[in-house]
Every structure is written in structure tokens, then in C-alpha cells.
């Protein structure tokens, strides 16, 4: 049977976690078709027609579909999953949301966040905030599974010509309603994708200070992460949070700078392919998972680092 | 206003957590336990409510073995009235769990559930989805504002992209986040009466419900191991091993 993996979009564009989806969707099955629900929608539906590994197209437009919330969109994908053995979403805040309502619907024991498909009903997840990794198998016939993006390596976009079937939709509920949404708009790379990742931590002290940071990741072209710390102290908005139940990053550099590393932001950071700390606590826990480590008061090292990288004749964008 | 508060029992968040050698699970035995932070949130939200005069009622509940019990007890001691523990041993899956919070739900009939939005343990992230979706409400997930108006709440999610409000009508699940509240501390004299409050026990098996497990752990074992880094001396040999050994910038 084939696989329907659930998009997410913003109605315009995909985000771009769909291609992670999809390279994991397309592990455990290779017919994959893909729901593309929402308002005026087309071109999303379009879009995804042209990745290569997408065989079909549902396009559903309505109203109460434009800004997902779970109470419509649960029972859509429970009425176009019947025909397939697996329903996919990627494991951010849209899929954690949305698909434990569409499991609950369909009677299947979800399984949440993996980072492996070893079979088509076995797949590898962290727990314990990624301190154990845990081989499970799905003995449900319909199985639910989200999927970790940063784990699989997105889709390539172009090339593809899927045909997009136009379906319709099911009720509205009624008993929700989307209100409104604060994005922070930013020109810098997404968290979730960026190639450098600088986070500050506690020992920023401010939210003032973080300007340090800022101009260390316009230099890199870096996005910029925070402790959970950072965040509840208000040094900056949740949108940033890195670790066990804020954002997972995998970026080529992780820069932690006054973060102790508790083992709930280690969960977020600690695939990075390279960590650096700068600390002055030379006995911090980050060291244990860091490349390169500097001990250091942040805010000599800050201002120095930014002056050595002015030095360098190139910096990889 | 009624509120039910679901609290789980998990390994304390400061635990470093072990795997076991033979690859069943991870060691528990002489770990230290708590309640699962942000079902402290939980708890915390529920006692404000009613605090503000806006609820009349608070149940905790909880899902597990005899000791699970200390979790319902701790939220009593913050200020809920009665608590519900529902015994069963082993693991017990998220589908299972809300299938057992339903037939709660039935019994007690409350206008709210709250709990945390993810356990610190499994790290499923489904329980409070799947209570909605079984009791056909609305759900609000990862909660960092809860504004209760005539019957209805309006909630600020924390999501990916910044911070989306929602209106969910009542009867509502709603999951915590950790930046929801600050949770009390117990006082001495309320642990003491806390000890007082009743907690009605019921056998999971007693309520008809399916607790068989659906998704078979077939091994747990130890992340790959990170290399040991090097300490570097100053900014200039940072940037200098960044650029030409790393080669990431």
C-alpha cells in the first residue's frame, strides 16, 4: 500500500521540513502521496508536484483549512488515509500537534520523532531526551509516524511531475478558532536548516546582549539558537529555543556561548557535526560534548571573535 | 469550573539517564522520580484558576504503578481537592493512557483537562491530542497563556515560528508548556494536609479499556558517543582550527 505523507505549508510555500518528511516517507515506501490541505493552496500543491520522489498530488482547498488547526484537519486525513498503510508528518510543532489526533481517530499507537526507518514497521527513536535510543515495531495495520526532519536529508525539489487529484475536503468543527499569529520575521537562515547555529545561553545576562551574538551570526550568516534559560529569562522569544522540547538543530558548526548544557538543550544541539563552547566555567557539562572548547569570559571573547573572523579573507556562506 | 490535571511519574529531568547493559530499558532501580515538569505547569494553571474564583474543583490523576501515586499526591499538597490513581504495571502506551483519561473523563465529567505536552521519559508528545480526539474536544497544545472566558479559553501556543493564539470552546484539553507559570513549592503544613486528601485507586483493568501494547520495544541502547574535544587557548586558535582543521567557516 502506499504511503500519504501530510505537508505543511503556510498556504503559499511549503516549509521546508516537507522534504525531510519525504526523504523518510520515501524510505519506508516508494509510492508516496503527498495531502496538501489548505486555503487557495494551488501552488503548493503545484510545488510539491514537482519533487521527483512524490507519485500523487491530494489537493484539498477550503476555508477552515487555511490555518491548520487539528479539530478540521484531523478528520481530512483520517477520511483520505483508508487507503494507505502509513500516514507521515514531520515531528515540529505542526505534526506534534496534529497527528496524535489523527492516530487517536484511526485507533493506531503513534510513533513519535523517529530518526531511523529500519523496515517498514521498525524505526529508531530517541528517549530520555535523546540519552537512549529505542528500536521499536508498529503492530498497528495503519501506522502513524512523525518524523524527526533534521534526521533525513530533504528532497530535491524540481524535476518531478506528479498529477495533483483536487478532493475534497471534510466538515468544519467549529468548537476552535485561529486567532492570530506572531511571527518573528528575520533574514537570517531558519533555525531548523541553518548551515551555523550560534546560541546564547544564561550567561548573557541580557537580551540586550545578544547583539554580541547578532553580529557574530551576520557575519557567519548564522542563525541564532538560545538555552531554554535564555528564553524564560525573556532574553529572547521562544521561536529560538534549542533543545529536548524546543527545536532540534544539526548544523555543520554549533556555537554555544554561556551555556552550561543541561542535558534538555544537549538534546537539541549534540548532532551538530561541530560544537563550540565558550564558557568561563571551565567545568561546565557543554565542554563534555564540545570539539572545541574556550574558556572564557563571553564578553572579551565575543568582540575578539568577531574581530578574527573580519580578518579572514573568506568566510563560507 | 471543573478541572482534571493529568500528572505522570518519570525519572527526574536532572537524572542522568543509563541504559541497561542487557538492552531492555533504562536503570530506574534506585533512580530518583518526579513528576514530569511541565505537568507541574499543569497543576500550577489549575490552582490559579481556581485561586481567581473561575474553577471550583481540581482532580489530579494519574496512570501507573503504586508508586505513581506520590505525583497525585505532590499535586494535592499545591492545592488540588481529590485525587484518581489508575494502577497498572509496566509500559503503558500514550493511545492507551488516553483511552484511560476518557473513561476518567466520562465518570468525572470535567470542563478542562490539563496536562504537561510532552513526558520527559518516552518523549511521545500524544496524550492530551489523543484525549481530544477521542472526547471529540478541542485541544489546545503547548500552552504558554491561558485566558478563561464565558465558556470558552483563549490560548497563546508557543509553535516553530514565534506565538499563534487560538479560541478552543470549553469542555477543552489543554497541554502545558514549561513557560506557562512557575510552579510552587509545597508548604509543610499543606503536605501535611495533603496527606489527608483522599485519592480514589482504580485497577486500570476495572475499565474495560484495551492497555495492550501496540508498538513492541525491541531494543534500547546507548547513543553513539561523541569524540572528546580539545580545549583551545584563545579566540585567535579558535578561529584558526574552525577555519583551516573543522574547515565549517
Known amino acids: 500500500m502506499s504511503v500519504l505523507l501530510i505537508a505543511e505549508h503556510n498556504n503559499k510555500e511549503i516549509r521546508p521540513f516537507t522534504l525531510n518528511a519525504i526523504t523518510a516517507a520515501t524510505q519506508i515506501d ?64 505542526f505534526g506534534k500537534n496534529l497527528m496524535p489526533r489523527v492516530a487517536a481517530l484511526l485507533d493506531t499507537s503513534q510513533v513519535s520523532d523517529i530518526i531511523k526507518v529500519v523496515s517498514p514497521d521498525t524505526f529508531i527513536r530517541p528517549i530520555y531526551a535523546g540519552n537512549a535510543f529505542a528500536t521499536v515495531k508498529s503492530s498497528d495495520s495503519k501506522k502513524c509516524v512523525t518524523i524527526r526532519p533534521t534526521s533525513f536529508e530533504p528532497a530535491a525539489t524540481s524535476g518531478g511531475s506528479a498529477p495533483v487529484e483536487k478532493t475534497d475536503g471534510a466538515e468544519a468543527s467549529n ?143 | 469550573m471543573k478541572i482534571l490535571v493529568a500528572v505522570k511519574r518519570v525519572i527526574d529531568y536532572n537524572v542522568q ?101 510532552q513526558a520527559i521519559d518516552d518523549d511521545c508528545n500524544q496524550t492530551g491530542q489523543m484525549l481530544s480526539a477521542l472526547l471529540n474536544w478541542p485541544q489546545a497544545t503547548f500552552a504558554s497563556k491561558i485566558e478563561v472566558k464565558e465558556n470558552k479559553l483563549e490560548i497563546i501556543r508557543e509553535v516553530d515560528e514565534g506565538l499563534e493564539t487560538i479560541e478552543v470552546n470549553v469542555p477543552a484539553v489543554v497541554t502545558c508548556d514549561l513557560r506557562l507559570n512557575e510552579p510552587r513549592y509545597a508548604s509543610l503544613p499543606n503536605i501535611m494536609k495533603a496527606k489527608k486528601k483522599p485519592i480514589e485507586q482504580i485497577n486500570a483493568s476495572d475499565l474495560g479499556v484495551d492497555t495492550k501494547q501496540r508498538i513492541e520495544q525491541i531494543k534500547v541502547e546507548e547513543p553513539p558517543k561523541r569524540k572528546a574535544g580539545i580545549k583551545v587557548a584563545n579566540v585567535a586558535e579558535l578561529v584558526q582550527k574552525l577555519k583551516n582543521e573543522a574547515k565549517v567557516i
Do not use: W
Not at chain 1, 489537493?59 to 500516514?87: G, M, R
Not at chain 2, 497525585?72 to 493511545?95: M, Q, T
Open chain 1, 175 to 317: 468548537i476552535s478558532k485561529f486567532i492570530k499569529r506572531e511571527e518573528v520575521k528575520s533574514d537570517r537562515p531558519e533555525l531548523g536548516t541553518a548551515r551555523i547555529v550560534i546560541s546564547g545561553g544564561r550567561g548573557m545576562q541580557s537580551g540586550d546582549n545578544f547583539k554580541l551574538i547578532t553580529a557574530i551570526a551576520d557575519k557567519l550568516n548564522a542563525a541564532i539558537g538560545a538555552s531554554r534559560a535564555a528564553v524564560d529569562a525573556g532574553y529572547i522569544t521562544n521561536d529560538h529555543q534549542v533543545g529536548q522540547t524546543g527545536k532540534v538543530v544539526v548544523p555543520d558548526l554549533y556555537i554555544a556561548v554561556g551555556i552550561s548544557g543541561a542535558i534538555q538543550h544537549l538534546a537539541g544541539m549534540k548532532e551538530s557535526k561541530v560544537i563550540v563552547a565558550i564558557n568561563k566555567d571551565g567545568e561546565a557539562p557543554i565542554f563534555s560534548v564540545a570539539d572545541y572548547g574556550l574558556e572564557a569570559d563571553l564578553f572579551e571573547a565575543l568582540p575578539q571573535f568577531l574581530e578574527e573572523l573580519n580578518k579572514l579573507n573568506t568566510i563560507q556562506k
Open chain 2, 17 to 117: 539517564v543509563r541504559v541497561k547493559e542487557d538492552g531492555t530499558g533504562v536503570v530506574t532501580d534506585n533512580v530518583k522520580m518526579s513528576t514530569n515538569p511541565p505537568d507541574d505547569n499543569a497543576v500550577e494553571e489549575a490552582v490559579k484558576i481556581k485561586e481567581s474564583g473561575k474553577a471550583k474543583e481540581i482532580v489530579a490523576v494519574t496512570v501507573g504503578e503504586e508508586k505513581a501515586q506520590e505525583t497525585v499526591r505532590k499535586a494535592l499538597a499545591v492545592g488540588a481537592d481529590r485525587g484518581i490513581h489508575i494502577k497498572v504495571d509496566g509500559i503503558i502506551e500514550p493511545l492507551a493512557v488516553s483511552k484511560i483519561l476518557q473513561k476518567i473523563v466520562e465518570k468525572e465529567k470535567p470542563d478542562l483537562v490539563f496536562m504537561g505536552k
Open chain 1, 30 to 93: 516508494s509510492d508516496l502521496h503527498v495531502l496538501v490541505a489548505g486555503n487557495s493552496c494551488a501552488d503548493v500543491a503545484k510545488t510539491v508536484s514537482e519533487i521527483p520522489s512524490v507519485k500523487k498530488v491530494l489537493h484539498v482547498d477550503a476555508p477552515h483549512y487555511e490555518n491548520f488547526l487539528p479539530e478540521n484537519f484531523a478528520p481530512l486525513a483520517v477520511k483520505i488515509s483508508e487507503n494507505y498503510s502509513h500516514i507521515i508528518s514531520s515531528a515540529n510543532t
